[in-house]
């Protein structure tokens, strides 16, 4: 099947090989922000395999990801779906030109009860 | 010089479509040495096999070359037509013009100009041959098997039934295997100990059968038809043949806390022990590493009970040398170790299990006799959660598990699950799947009955996490149908470990030098038309040590492997296979590098004596080959410094004839 310019990139700057995925589902299983979540981490392998990119690219399901990455820890097979999630976020921070926040930002957002992982996240995802 | 006749084979339209038959014959009709060449639509029917013989008798042919298919197509039929004519059957070489030529290219003009040079190269070849004699070596008459579970015991009992003596070598206390572990068996829910246990007293009762339990092979030689294998019968400390199973030593065994195997640990046995009722042989065992008296000497009640005196503390193990024709091969698989697997809490709560141990638990002699209750508490579970696929199919680069489909476990979950509704209706059972792979005689009807009659919940979706919690397993999955995440109560989990070859399966490969995959299965001789036989002669596979099985697919293989010794044992000799190593004993410098190289071991070193130019003799090592162990892989003419081995059939100087040929 061809596949568009937009999926390749996902695919490339992620590294995960989404046709890898035997459907099993361990990675919603897994997923500990699960129903904040519109599209699920399984959705995303599947949509981003079949090239159905746009409603991720505007869902906010791509903010919602802890980066724990427990689906990537679990995954039978070795598909890393928090790498796509990372890749479509990378591509859709990329899209709108800028950045929306710096690094300096942070730490007046932060409060005591955030998980320190939250935090390490946030900076994975917004200081690009 | 030969007189060579060439034979060009239009394969119908398979061979004739890419390569034009006339311009191969006519081509190689200028050859050295060729006195006829033609072509014909099939070589092989009857006509074309006719048309060979007459060509041999009317041109007096020393040699044939056949354009046709692959070798491992034809070529014995070819020589058997050759015999036919009167020929020796080694003077027949094929030229490969279909796999190689016809079926690779497209093109008319590249696949005839390729066809042409193999056809050249052919009688190149046949020019040089030489007739062969194939070697006989004789059979001892009785079969070897290793593994005494359902694969051993059919194939023995089948084995037997022709009229061969069989030994069994198990190396657990009794015979019987996982499958007496087993409480029923799917798809039509009989009890596996019925089934079971009387196979095993079948084996106990024939004559021709002989079981060494509690011991194992430690050394194979030799080849088909003529193999020494040594068995270590371990120390039972109890004479075998005096003991008479009364299991009073059982009873008074003060040393009562060692896990029971057998039920997987669940609850305990005694120093001394009888795995289970039905036992075969039903005769008692001492673990030396939990018995008293065999550690520091303070106890010997077992003794002092026993009424027929069988008990001996001072047993050494044995060693046993025997001679057999054919060896089988059947050492089962076990489940694999859930250590890795941390999502599931298997270390972490004792009520998540593996499907073995749930076997166990449901079965009339296990640790709760028969009735299912929490192993923490003894409780009833209300809510259990069964989990599919627990470390098969993954990825080949995962850390755990492995990545073939395990293809028992889809049924016995069905089973489980099936069984514990139907028994305890108040409980609530979930099966969590990837996929339900129920292919097989009923197997399917089976389970759509768990899902539509018993009301087992099946859901499409797997466990991601289980947190024990109280009394209680937090199970967290998906439900990928219902598009949501699942939190279940649950009171029991049970894994369907995947399953793996038993551990002594690769040291046994090594002895046996048969080969195996990289999941330590053993690998048949062709996947489809020689399932049961193992590449090297003589070697036969039975049960699960050759992929994962059910029991009706182990008993089928099992009796398949039976047919193949005993088709085998029915020979009074072997014919071998005359294109076999032999060594230029004068231009050997017996430097060993063709044994170190030799995969069978078919290489030895003798001294002997040799004359010298001034009348003066000198003893020197060289190279022999055993012709009836070497099975002409040519590993040893490549090897050898000197050039002095050579391949009968392939010598070298054959082989450079077809390069040359090919390169003129």
């Given at each position: 099947?061809?596949?568009?310019?937009?999926?390749?990139?996902?695919i490339?700057?992620?590294?995960?090989?989404?046709?890898?995925?035997?459907?099993?589902?361990?990675?919603?299983?897994?997923?500990?922000?699960?129903?904040?979540?519109?599209?699920?981490?399984?959705?995303?392998?599947?949509?981003?395999?079949?090239?159905?990119?746009?409603?991720?690219?505007?869902?906010?399901?791509?903010?919602?990801?802890?980066?724990?990455?427990?689906?990537?820890?679990?995954?039978?097979?070795?598909?890393?779906?928090?790498?796509?999630?990372?890749?479509?976020?990378?591509?859709?921070?990329?899209?709108?030109?800028?950045?929306?926040?710096?690094?300096?930002?942070?730490?007046?957002?932060?409060?005591?009860?955030?998980?320190?992982?939250?935090?390490?996240?946030?900076?994975?995802?917004?200081?690009? | 010089?030969?007189?060579?006749?060439?034979?060009?084979?239009?394969?119908?339209?398979?061979?004739?479509?890419?390569?034009?038959?006339?311009?191969?014959?006519?081509?190689?009709?200028?050859?050295?040495?060729?006195?006829?060449?033609?072509?014909?639509?099939?070589?092989?029917?009857?006509?074309?096999?006719?048309?060979?013989?007459?060509?041999?008798k009317?041109?007096?042919?020393?040699?044939?070359?056949?354009?046709?298919?692959?070798?491992?197509?034809?070529?014995?039929?070819?020589?058997?037509?050759?015999?036919?004519?009167?020929?020796?059957?080694?003077?027949?070489?094929?030229?490969?013009?279909?796999?190689?030529?016809?079926?690779?290219?497209?093109?008319?003009?590249?696949?005839t100009?390729?066809?042409?040079?193999?056809?050249?190269a052919?009688?190149?070849?046949?020019?040089?041959?030489?007739?062969?004699?194939?070697?006989?070596?004789?059979?001892?008459?009785?079969?070897?098997?290793?593994?005494?579970?359902?694969?051993?015991?059919?194939?023995?009992?089948?084995?037997?039934?022709?009229?061969?003596?069989v030994?069994?070598?198990?190396?657990?206390?009794?015979?019987?295997?996982?499958?007496?572990?087993?409480?029923?068996?799917?798809?039509?829910?009989?009890?596996?100990?019925?089934i079971?246990?009387?196979?095993?007293?079948?084996?106990?009762?024939?004559?021709?059968?002989?079981?060494?339990?509690?011991?194992?092979?430690?050394?194979?030689?030799?080849?088909?038809?003529?193999?020494?294998?040594?068995?270590?019968?371990?120390?039972?400390?109890?004479?075998?043949?005096?003991?008479?199973?009364?299991?009073?030593?059982?009873?008074?065994?003060?040393?009562?806390?060692?896990?029971?195997?057998?039920?997987?640990?669940?609850?305990?046995?005694?120093?001394?022990y009888?795995?289970?009722?039905?036992?075969?042989?039903?005769?008692?065992?001492?673990?030396?590493?939990?018995?008293?008296?065999?550690?520091?000497?303070?106890?010997?009640?077992?003794?002092?009970?026993?009424?027929?005196?069988?008990?001996?503390?001072?047993?050494?193990?044995?060693?046993?040398?025997?001679?057999?024709?054919?060896?089988?091969?059947?050492?089962?698989?076990?489940?694999?170790?859930?250590?890795?697997?941390?999502?599931?809490?298997?270390?972490?709560?004792?009520?998540v299990?593996?499907?073995?141990?749930?076997?166990r638990?449901?079965?009339?002699?296990?640790?709760?006799?028969?009735?299912?209750?929490?192993?923490?508490?003894?409780?009833?579970?209300?809510?259990?959660?069964?989990?599919?696929?627990?470390?098969?199919?993954?990825?080949?680069?995962?850390?755990?598990?492995?990545?073939?489909?395990?293809?028992?476990?889809?049924m016995?979950?069905?089973?489980?699950?099936m069984?514990?509704?139907?028994?305890?209706?108040?409980?609530?059972?979930?099966?969590?799947?990837?996929?339900?792979?129920?292919?097989?005689k009923?197997?399917?009807?089976?389970?759509?009955?768990?899902?539509?009659?018993?009301?087992?919940?099946?859901?499409?979706?797997?466990?991601?996490?289980?947190?024990?919690?109280?009394?209680?397993?937090?199970?967290?999955?998906?439900?990928?149908?219902?598009?949501?995440?699942?939190?279940?109560?649950?009171?029991?989990?049970?894994?369907?470990?995947?399953?793996?070859?038993?551990?002594?399966?690769?040291?046994?490969?090594?002895?046996?030098?048969?080969?195996?995959?990289?999941?330590?299965?053993?690998?048949?001789?062709?996947?489809?038309?020689?399932?049961?036989?193992?590449?090297?002669a003589?070697?036969?596979?039975?049960?699960?040590?050759?992929?994962?099985?059910?029991?009706?697919?182990t008993?089928?293989?099992?009796?398949?492997?039976?047919?193949?010794?005993i088709?085998?044992?029915?020979?009074?000799?072997?014919?071998?296979?005359?294109?076999?190593?032999?060594?230029?004993?004068?231009?050997?410098?017996?430097?060993?590098?063709?044994?170190?190289?030799?995969?069978?071991?078919?290489?030895?070193?003798?001294?002997?004596?040799?004359?010298?130019?001034?009348?003066?003799?000198?003893?020197?090592?060289?190279?022999?080959?055993?012709?009836?162990?070497?099975?002409?892989?040519?590993?040893?003419?490549?090897?050898?410094?000197?050039?002095?081995?050579?391949?009968?059939?392939?010598?070298?100087?054959?082989?450079?004839?077809?390069?040359?040929?090919i390169?003129?």
């Open positions: 099947m061809h596949k568009t310019y937009l999926q390749e990139e996902i490339r700057m992620s590294g995960v090989n989404p046709s890898k995925c035997m459907r099993c589902g361990k990675c919603s299983a897994s997923c500990p922000a699960y129903d904040e979540m519109e599209y699920h981490p399984h959705q995303f392998v599947n949509m981003v395999e079949s090239g159905d990119i746009e409603p991720l690219l505007k869902s906010e399901s791509l903010y919602k990801c802890l980066s724990c990455f427990a689906c990537i820890e679990r995954c039978p097979r070795g598909v890393e779906p928090a790498k796509l999630v990372e890749a479509v976020r990378l591509t859709a921070i990329r899209k709108q030109g800028a950045n929306h926040m710096t690094a300096n930002d942070v730490p007046a957002l932060l409060d005591d009860e955030m998980p320190q992982q939250a935090i390490v996240s946030a900076f994975r995802k917004y200081s690009k | 010089m030969q007189r060579v006749g060439v034979f060009v084979c239009w394969c119908g339209s398979n061979i004739a479509g890419t390569v034009d038959v006339q311009a191969v014959s006519e081509a190689l009709k200028n050859e050295p040495g060729v006195v006829f060449s033609t072509n014909y639509q099939y070589m092989c029917s009857q006509a074309g096999q006719n048309m060979i013989i007459d060509a041999v009317e041109h007096n042919l020393t040699g044939i070359v056949v354009c046709s298919c692959s070798p491992r197509m034809h070529e014995a039929t070819f020589r058997k037509t050759a015999a036919a004519a009167g020929l020796n059957p080694y003077m027949v070489e094929i030229a490969n013009i279909r796999e190689q030529c016809s079926w690779v290219h497209k093109d008319m003009m590249t696949g100009e390729k066809a042409i040079i193999l056809g050249k052919a009688v190149a070849k046949v020019n040089l041959n030489t007739p062969l004699t194939p070697g006989e070596s004789p059979v001892t008459k009785r079969a070897l098997v290793i593994g005494g579970g359902i694969a051993g015991i059919q194939t023995a009992l089948d084995i037997a039934d022709a009229g061969f003596e030994d069994i070598v198990e190396k657990k206390p009794t015979i019987g295997g996982k499958m007496a572990q087993l409480d029923k068996t799917f798809p039509t829910l009989d009890c596996a100990a019925c079971l246990t009387p196979k095993m007293v079948d084996v106990a009762q024939n004559e021709k059968i002989r079981i060494f339990s509690y011991s194992e092979v430690t050394d194979v030689k030799g080849f088909v038809g003529n193999f020494d294998v040594t068995i270590k019968k371990n120390a039972r400390f109890v004479k075998e043949d005096i003991c008479t199973g009364c299991g009073a030593c059982v009873e008074k065994c003060p040393m009562k806390k060692v896990p029971n195997e057998f039920n997987l640990g669940m609850d305990n046995r005694s120093a001394i009888i795995p289970f009722a039905q036992a075969v042989p039903k005769v008692a065992t001492i673990d030396p590493n939990a018995c008293n008296m065999l550690k520091n000497g303070k106890c010997g009640l077992c003794a002092k009970v026993c009424a027929a005196g069988a008990i001996d503390y001072t047993q050494k193990d044995e060693y046993i040398e025997e001679k057999y024709g054919a060896i089988v091969v059947a050492t089962g698989f076990n489940p694999i170790s859930m250590e890795k697997f941390d999502e599931f809490a298997y270390n972490q709560s004792k009520d299990i593996t499907s073995l141990e749930f076997e638990l449901t079965n009339a002699a296990g640790p709760t006799a028969g009735k299912l209750l929490r192993p923490s508490d003894h409780e009833h579970p209300h809510t259990i959660v069964f989990v599919q696929c627990v470390g098969s199919r993954c990825d080949s680069c995962a850390e755990k598990g492995k990545e073939y489909c395990s293809k028992i476990c889809c016995y979950t069905a089973k489980h699950a069984l514990t509704r139907d028994k305890y209706p108040d409980t609530e059972v979930y099966v969590f799947y990837i996929d339900v792979r129920t292919p097989g009923n197997f399917d009807e089976f389970y759509r009955r768990a899902v539509e009659e018993y009301g087992v919940k099946y859901v499409k979706g797997m466990v991601g996490k289980v947190t024990p919690e109280g009394k209680k397993l937090k199970v967290q999955a998906s439900d990928l149908i219902a598009n949501k995440q699942l939190h279940i109560d649950a009171d029991l989990v049970v894994l369907a470990a995947a399953i793996e070859p038993d551990q002594t399966a690769r040291p046994l490969a090594t002895m046996l030098t048969a080969s195996m995959d990289t999941n330590d299965f053993f690998t048949e001789a062709h996947p489809k038309l020689r399932p049961v036989e193992s590449p090297t003589g070697v036969f596979l039975s049960g699960a040590c050759q992929g994962p099985k059910d029991i009706p697919e008993v089928s293989q099992a009796g398949a492997a039976a047919s193949k010794v088709g085998l044992l029915a020979k009074d000799k072997l014919t071998g296979n005359p294109c076999v190593a032999s060594s230029n004993e004068l231009m050997c410098n017996g430097c060993s590098s063709c044994e170190r190289v030799c995969p069978y071991g078919a290489i030895t070193y003798v001294d002997k004596e040799f004359r010298m130019p001034d009348r003066t003799t000198k003893v020197r090592r060289v190279a022999s080959v055993n012709p009836a162990v070497c099975q002409g892989c040519g590993c040893c003419t490549v090897a050898c410094p000197s050039g002095a081995m050579d391949l009968r059939g392939f010598a070298n100087n054959q082989i450079m004839a077809e390069v040359d040929a390169c003129k």
